[in-house]
T-cell receptor, first 113, second 111 residues
Framework: DGGITQSPKYLFRKEGQNVTLSCEQN?????MYWYRQDPGQGLRLIYY???????QKGDIAEGYSVSREKKESFPLTVTSAQKNPTAFYLC????????????FGSGTRLTVV | GESVGLHLPTLSVQEGDNSIINCAYS??????FIWYKQESGKGPQFIID?????DKRQGQRVTVLLNKTVKHLSLQIAATQPGDSAVYFC??????????FGAGTQVVVTP
């Protein structure tokens, strides 16, 4: 089945560590996105990529980094510079032709311990 | 800017009643709109979409209404069921641009 897979589902990070969240899609979508969601709140865009080897900052990119070396993969690294990383992270992908909505992964819940 | 501390509005609905979730969108040039449903601990799921050349679109138990004059979008859920309890997001898109998400509404279905 085509879809978008995020792993791990739960992730614990110690203070000062970098961690990487995985996002893989087999939908042949060109664009991929990372969102952060805090409890009881909406989605905030961290980074997005419209094509391989290219990505742009979203609204809250500070303390995060991404890469897009393959069309299928868009990993997100939460660096030690991110002051409050505990949140639910969602990855999404979309095709541009025709313009459609996003397909979301099931999310990764990151907790700082 | 940051929205820390801003909590989702809540709609409490009795089981079997109809639900209406409202959304005001920001860009008059947006030409595509979507409603997503997000259950606790899961990613958002597509419910229904509508293009700007339409006023109404119906799905299974759901109807989306678009009023471009006042930039308003609504989602109606018929005969609300416990499984409809979730957060509902509207989203808008202009051309090939990114989706812009609304803040979301928490729907709580009571017996």
């Amino acid at each position: 089945d085509g879809g978008i897979t995020q792993s791990p589902k739960y992730l614990f990070r110690k203070e000062g560590q970098n961690v990487t969240l995985s996002c893989e899609q087999n939908l042949n979508h060109d664009a991929m996105y990372w969102y952060r969601q805090d409890p009881g709140q909406g989605l905030r865009l961290i980074y997005y990529s419209q094509i391989v080897n290219d990505f742009q900052k979203g609204d809250i990119a500070e303390g995060y980094s991404v890469s897009r070396e393959k069309k299928e993969s868009f990993p997100l690294t939460v660096t030690s510079a991110q002051k409050n990383p505990t949140a639910f992270y969602l990855c999404a992908s979309s095709a541009d032709r025709p313009p459609i909505g996003y397909t979301f992964g099931s999310g990764t819940r990151l907790t700082v311990v | 800017g940051e929205s820390v501390g801003l909590h989702l509005p809540t709609l409490s609905v009795q089981e079997g009643d109809n639900s209406i979730i409202n959304c005001a969108y920001s860009n008059s040039a947006s030409d595509y709109f979507i409603w997503y449903k997000q259950e606790s601990g899961k990613g958002p799921q597509f419910i229904i979409d509508i293009r700007s050349n339409m006023d109404k679109r119906q799905g299974q138990r759901v109807t989306v209404l678009l009023n471009k004059t006042v930039k308003h979008l609504s989602l109606q859920i018929a005969a609300t069921q416990p499984g409809d309890s979730a957060v509902y997001f509207c989203a808008e898109k202009k051309g090939w641009g990114k989706l812009q998400f609304g803040a979301g509404t928490q729907v709580v279905v009571t017996p």
